[in-house]
C-alpha cells in the first residue's frame, strides 16, 4: 500500500517543470515561449529552454517582468560594466600571455637553431639515396642499387642478397673489382 502523501509528492514532482516554465517577450516583441529562468542577475535574466540557454537583459523586458524580478538600473549597469571590465582585462592577459610564448619561442629557437642534415660526399652514398627511395626487399632494384650496397658492405650485402630473385632495371655492362676493392658499374 502506498503512503497518501506520496501521491501528492509524485504529482509534484511531475508537474514542477511545467508549472515553473513561463513565456516571456521582450519589448521589441521577441517570445520566449516554455523558458525556466535558471539564474536571475542584476542585469538579466539567464533562460533555459528545449532549444538551449540565452540571456535576456532587463533593458529589453516590459516594466512588469523587471519588477517581478526586483530590478534595480543603477545595479545591472554597474554588473554589466564589472562583466564588461573583467572580459576586457581576461582578453588582455591572453594576449600578453601569447605574446611572451612568441618571445619565448623565438629565443629558444634563435640560440638553439634547428641542426642542418649533413650532406655525405663520396659517390656511394650518393648511389645508395634514401631509405624512402630504396626499393622493398623481393622486388626490383636497379644495378646502381646493388652495386652501392655490395660497396658499403660486403659481408652484409651477401647475406641480404644471396639467392634471391629480383627484377632488374637498367643495364650492366661490366662490373670490375679494383685493387683497393670498389666496385664500378
Known amino acids: 500500500m502506498i503512503p497518501p502523501f506520496s501521491n501528492v509528492f509524485i504529482l509534484v514532482v511531475c508537474f514542477a517543470p511545467v508549472v515553473l516554465a513561463d513565456d516571456f ?9 516554455n523558458v525556466t529562468v535558471s539564474r536571475v542577475e542584476p542585469d538579466g ?3 533555459s529552454s528545449k532549444s538551449g540557454i540565452s540571456k535576456v537583459y532587463f533593458t529589453e523586458l516590459p516594466k512588469e517582468i523587471q519588477e517581478r524580478f526586483h530590478y534595480d538600473a543603477a545595479k545591472g549597469n554597474t554588473y554589466s560594466a564589472e562583466q564588461t571590465a573583467n572580459q576586457e582585462a581576461l582578453y588582455k592577459r591572453r594576449q600578453e600571455s601569447e605574446r611572451q610564448r612568441v618571445e619565448e619561442r623565438e629565443k629558444y629557437w634563435s640560440e638553439h637553431p634547428a641542426p642542418q642534415p649533413q650532406q655525405e660526399s663520396s659517390t656511394v652514398s650518393a648511389l645508395r639515396g634514401s631509405a624512402l627511395d630504396r626499393p622493398a626487399y623481393g622486388q626490383s632494384t636497379t644495378a646502381e642499387f646493388l652495386v ?6 660486403q659481408i652484409n650485402a651477401d ?11 637498367g643495364t650492366i655492362k661490366s662490373i670490375d673489382r679494383s685493387e683497393r676493392g670498389e666496385i664500378a658499374v
Open 148 to 153: 652501392s650496397q655490395y660497396a658499403t658492405n
Open 25 to 33: 517577450k521582450t519589448v521589441e516583441g521577441k517570445e520566449y515561449k
Open 45 to 47: 535574466l539567464e533562460l
Open 159 to 169: 647475406r641480404l642478397y644471396t639467392g634471391r630473385t629480383f627484377t632488374m632495371s
